[in-house]
């Protein structure tokens, strides 16, 4: 079974400055997707990013941006500029792209929780 | 807006009762995932159902079913209700399987 870790609670963030968030996961498949959410206040689940794990190139939003470490099983993610609204519940998730009985599962990290301060 | 919706928005019942959380999808869609969100389980996938068929499931307790209609909206009945139920209940929908889930804003669901 995939394990998603996400081993920082909190992070807090000057606006305007950077923040990465750290993501690892658990696979012993080849093929996958990785991807980060984002829940505010609202609770709603805000998809940011998408990775495919067979694309070596890093996927980029905007400010947001991942460094994807295949080999090391690392998925981080980079907030650029950092602004008042991307104060959240940031989750990393991670999807099989293999056919078998959860294939459409997304399996969640924990949670780190982005606290950006004027 | 995700244009996932998700009825109710909150839901206050008492333990033992039964209900049933509502979702319809984003046009389009055809996949329908529904998540529980607890503070101490986390975010956890209960079950998917593709163009009205289940596909997969996960920790999914036999006391709460789901199921897809032929329009697509899908339905999960949670019966025999538990103090440990109170939940944040999410429905995502997709495309298909290779598509990004986009996630409706959710029931509360708080059991006395």
């Known amino acids: 079974a995939q394990t998603v870790t996400q081993s920082q609670p909190e992070m807090s963030v000057q606006e305007a400055e950077t923040v990465t968030l750290s993501c690892t996961y658990d696979?012993?498949?080849?093929?996958?997707?990785l991807f980060w959410y984002k829940q505010p206040p609202s609770r709603q689940m805000i998809l940011v990013i998408r990775q495919e794990a067979y694309k070596q190139q890093n996927a980029t939003e905007n400010r947001f941006s991942v460094n994807f470490q295949k080999a090391a099983k690392s998925f981080s993610l980079k907030i650029s500029d950092s602004q008042l609204g991307d104060a959240a519940m940031y989750f990393c998730?991670?999807?099989?792209?293999?056919?078998?009985?959860?294939?459409?599962?997304?399996?969640f990290g924990a949670g780190t929780q982005v606290v950006v301060t004027p | 807006d995700s244009g996932v919706t998700q009825t109710p928005k909150h839901l206050i019942t008492a333990t033992g009762q039964r209900v049933t959380l509502r979702c319809s999808p984003r046009s389009g869609d055809l996949s329908v995932y529904w998540y529980q969100q607890s503070l101490d389980q986390g975010l956890q996938f209960l079950i998917q159902?593709?163009?009205?068929?289940?596909?997969a499931k996960g920790n999914i307790l036999e006391r709460f079913s789901a199921q897809q209609f032929p329009d697509l909206h899908s339905e999960l009945n949670l019966s025999s209700l538990e103090l440990g139920d109170s939940a944040l209940y999410f429905c995502?929908?997709?495309?298909?399987?290779?598509?990004?889930?986009?996630f409706g804003p959710g029931t509360r669901l708080l059991v006395l």
């Open positions: 696979t012993s498949e080849s093929d996958y997707y």
């Open positions: 159902y593709y163009n009205g068929e289940e596909r």
């Open positions: 995502a929908s997709s495309v298909g399987y290779t598509h990004p889930q986009y």
């Open positions: 998730a991670y999807r099989s792209a293999e056919a078998t009985d959860s294939w459409g599962k997304l399996q």
